[in-house]
């Protein structure tokens, strides 16, 4: 078993910063790929950005440029930068851990852009 725990969340304005952070514990070893989604009120789940256990990291087009995904060699500590925030970006995020084929999820953290 995995638990996840994001911190980080919370209330910013268009053009502002966010730093999200997902602490992993548990049966961590053999983690293969860590993520964070989000999911907006009445939409789906989306992937915002993923790296995988070689390092290799994949984004989001909307959100390219913008945030950056990076994680702790020991894979306990999963963060997401978030710069130049759009309206458009608030939801909950979501830490993701996959798992020798098993998902696992946080509970969620708010983060609103709003002015």
């Known amino acids: 078993q995995v638990q996840l725990v994001e911190s980080g969340g919370g209330l910013v304005q268009p053009g502002g910063s966010l730093r999200l952070s997902c602490a992993a514990s548990?049966?961590?070893?053999?983690?293969?790929?860590m993520a964070w989604y989000r999911q907006a009120p009445e939409k789906q789940r989306e992937l915002v950005a993923g790296?995988?256990?070689?390092?290799?990291?994949n984004y989001a087009d909307s959100v390219k440029g913008r945030f950056t995904i990076s994680r702790d060699r020991t894979k306990t500590t999963l963060n997401l930068q978030m710069n130049t925030l759009k309206p458009d970006d608030t939801a909950v995020y979501y830490c993701?851990?996959?798992?020798?084929?098993?998902?696992?999820w946080g509970q969620g953290t708010q983060v609103t852009v709003s002015s």
């Open positions: 993701y851990v996959n798992r020798l084929a098993k998902d696992y």
């Open positions: 548990g049966t961590i070893f053999s983690i293969t790929y």
């Open positions: 790296i995988s256990s070689d390092g290799s990291t």
